[in-house]
């Protein structure tokens, strides 16, 4: 799944550099126990503190948003994923309804 196009943006190109990140599914709602999300580059571990990292309260987000929050980082503004709601969006998206 694409993060950018759960939250209603446009999806990013597929490019040598996209790759996968693999989560384990921890909602239950999901019966192969995993989901994927695609990532631009090499995922990587950020040591962050108090000092690095705020919080951005200039956007809000709806409560069936796939997003828990803005941070500052620096220069930058990343939004921070809600992984249950996403797992919630991505079972809504896959299960099956009986036709009848």
Excluded: H, W
Aim: overall charge negative; hydrophobic content about 40%.
């Amino acid at each position: 799944m694409s993060f950018e196009g759960a939250f209603g943006q446009a999806l990013p190109t597929v490019s040598n550099r996209t790759r996968i990140v693999i989560f384990n599914a921890s909602s239950g709602k999901l019966q192969s126990g995993y989901f994927g999300m695609l990532t631009q580059g090499f995922p990587q571990l950020v040591r962050v503190n108090a000092d690095v990292v705020r919080p951005d309260p200039s956007r809000s987000f709806s409560e069936r948003s796939p997003v828990i929050c803005q941070v500052r980082m620096v220069n930058e503004t990343p939004l921070i994923p809600d992984l249950q709601r996403l797992e919630e969006m991505i079972a809504e998206e896959t299960s099956v309804v009986p036709q009848g």
